[in-house]
């Protein structure tokens, strides 16, 4: 126990190291996010989140291989991710050639790795679904895309996507122990620490002058992490469905309930109005919930909350061993609600202001009477 807090407040002195170095280095190669019509923080924020978490991480792993496996395999995808992601945080490159380099490292990791989605349990209820590996393949490369994604997109107010990553490797690391999968539950530790600096100076906790952006090679970094992490969880090594896994493939959709949910019922708002499922706007969770009045810390603290029960309700369903179809079906009703409840979110707005203004006349002249 000594040696892990050790190891854990090396990691966190690490990493808040090199976002001190970082931040001079960024704003040296013009590494920052600068205001524009969708951004309205005020002067030029170093993007460098995500290279202090990348570095933190790589030298965890050059310490201690064995505590993930392939973690040769996963520490060469993480990197040219973050490559990616750095330079797309530098000079704005096309989300067609991240899509191309995220399908290949999803393939490097398919077989190279062997994390591939097979086996989706009895989730619809009819039996055990074993997918043939072609198909295996196509699945698990749009779920490794869904997930960076995923992530990316919920990168729109100071904390957000440090919370929610927090959420995502605390409800991973509990689903480990329970299993018995010491290591991995350890290293969903060594994430969160390596992400608290970034978070610390994200918030302004160091004064806003010193503030930080994850950019997007940090947001990709989280989702690729994750979604690894989840196939290890919920699927065989060997491939062979009797063996035993952390947990089953519908708790992983619980786990990162909320970042898929945002994600895809944005995708269908911007298909539905004939945009791209890419294009930028101000329609995630996040911008609603500051427009209906709440500050970015309330919002912040709000989202995190919900974030939370979903990822509750995966773990407890996993540990009760609730029936992965009930588990399934519930996590679609979420989505038809929250899609639903986003998509009319102004009309129902509406017509409660409208009902609170009927009712404050009416006891306006009940006075007067």
């Known amino acids: 126990m000594i040696n892990i807090s ?6 966190f002195v690490f990493s808040m190291t090199t976002l001190f170095a970082l931040r001079k280095f960024a704003r040296h190669i013009g590494l920052v996010d600068k205001p524009n019509e969708r951004k309205f923080h005020k002067g030029t924020i170093p993007l460098v989140g995500g290279l202090s978490i990348c570095l933190s991480i790589l030298y965890f792993l050059y310490n201690n291989p064995e505590i993930l496996p392939y973690s040769h395999i996963y520490a060469l995808c993480m990197t040219i991710l973050v490559a990616v992601g750095g330079a797309d945080d530098r000079w704005d490159i096309s ?14 990791m398919i077989h190279f790795a062997g994390a591939l989605l097979t086996n989706l349990g009895n989730m619809f209820g009819f039996g055990e679904i074993l997918l043939p590996s072609e198909i295996a393949q196509i699945i698990t490369i749009f779920a490794v895309i869904g997930a960076i994604n995923a992530f990316n997109m919920v990168d729109g107010i100071d904390g957000l996507l440090g919370g929610l990553a927090s959420v995502t490797f605390a409800a991973l690391g509990i689903v480990f122990y329970f299993h018995g999968e010491a290591n991995l539950a350890y290293l969903c530790a060594v994430f969160i620490v390596a992400m608290l600096p970034y978070i610390l100076f994200n918030l302004g906790a160091f004064g806003r002058t010193r503030k930080v952006f994850m950019g ?10 994750v ?9 065989s090594a060997t491939g062979d469905a009797s063996d035993q896994t952390a947990m089953r493939a519908v708790t992983a959709l619980w786990i990162i309930g909320l970042p898929l949910n945002d994600m895809a019922a944005i995708m269908i708002r911007r298909i539905r109005r004939g945009d791209s499922p890419f294009k930028p706007d101000r329609e995630h969770l996040h911008h609603i ?33 609730i029936a992965a179809p009930i588990m399934f079906y519930g996590f679609i009703l979420t989505f038809v609600f929250y899609t639903l409840l986003l ?9 409660i202001r409208s009902y609170s203004k009927l009712q404050h006349i009416k006891n306006s002249l009940q006075k007067v009477k």
């Open 216 to 225: 997007d090679a940090g947001s990709m970094l989280i989702g690729f992490t």
């Open 289 to 321: 919930c500051q427009r209906l009045g709440l500050n970015p810390t309330q919002t912040l603290l709000a989202i995190c909350f919900i974030a939370s029960l979903f990822a509750l309700i995966g773990i407890y369903g996993e540990l009760a061993n």
């Open 6 to 11: 050790i190891d854990l407040a090396f990691i």
């Open 343 to 351: 998509s009319n979110i102004w009309r129902i707005i509406a017509k």
């Open 227 to 235: 979604i690894w992490l989840l196939l290890l969880a919920s699927q």
């Open 95 to 108: 989300f067609r050639l991240r899509l191309i380099v995220q399908a290949s490292l999803a393939l490097l």
